[in-house]
């Protein structure tokens, strides 16, 4: 894929057409990856769907814990999908084991990071939402930065805030397509399967898990398009530039 021309305002329409066509372009090696983000998750969903083991109690808790786990592994996915991205655009698909020893090297530092946004994230939304909106845009890129800049946790916070300034409406419009995609993904597998998709363990919740995990995929390609094209945008250089930091 060719370099990216950076223009003078930051292209919705082009992040998206990017992260769909570097995904699907490399879908055996970037599908695996996904698939390995969602097990953690798949797990949850079984062990909730047997109430005899979990309990009612047991279920709430434990629903609670599958959806800071999915938080967790949606942050993973984006730092195991930053490497085969920039890759890409720089002109050399990686294979899926070199992606995957690449997020493994960065999967501590990463882990922290998501657990600390998705805290100062919780923490803003208690505070009427807005403020919790307004983080989740600054801090949008947060990881990809930890991945390719390798700064620490501050650093890369930081680092995400000056990337996204400016641009975080188009930054949330981006959100909210790729939100509004996944759950229409979802609400239609359970209509196609009727009944039979209704209820924790329903195989309506299987088919959108499995959906949800091509569109988790396409979601953490899309963010690592738009820090590249922040970075750009803002820095100038070229792709070769950010994609020297692998090397």
């Keep these: 894929m060719s370099d990216y021309a950076v223009g003078r305002r930051f292209s919705i329409g082009a992040v998206l057409s990017r992260g769909f066509s570097i995904y699907f372009s490399n879908l055996m090696s970037f599908l695996p990856l996904s698939m390995i983000a969602y097990i953690p998750i798949w797990i949850g969903i079984m062990v909730l769907g047997d109430t005899t083991v979990t309990g009612q109690e047991g279920f709430t808790r434990g629903f609670a814990i599958l959806a800071v786990v999915s938080i967790i592994a949606g942050y993973w996915l984006q730092a195991a999908l930053v490497y085969g991205t920039i890759s890409t655009m720089r002109g050399s698909a990686p294979s899926m084991g070199e992606t995957f020893s690449r997020s493994l090297a960065a999967l501590g530092g990463v882990l922290v990071l998501g657990i600390v946004v998705t805290i100062i994230i919780f923490a803003g939304t208690m505070l009427l939402i807005v403020p919790g909106v307004i983080l989740s845009m600054m801090f949008f890129v947060a ?21 996204t300034a400016g641009h975080r409406w188009s930054l949330f419009a981006l959100f909210v397509i ?12 359970r209509v196609a399967l009727g009944a039979g998709g209704e209820g924790v363990g329903g195989a309506g919740i299987w088919i959108g898990q ?32 950010i994609a020297r930091s692998f090397d």
């Design 143 to 163: 990881i990809p930065v930890a991945v390719v800049e390798q700064g620490g946790i501050g650093a890369s916070l930081t680092r995400s805030r000056e990337l």
């Design 210 to 241: 499995l959906l949800n995990m091509v569109i988790g995929g396409i979601w953490a390609t899309t963010i690592a398009v738009a820090y590249h094209d922040l970075r750009l945008l803002k820095d100038g250089g070229d792709t070769e530039q």
């Design 178 to 189: 790729l939100l509004v995609l996944m759950v229409a993904v979802a609400a239609i597998a």
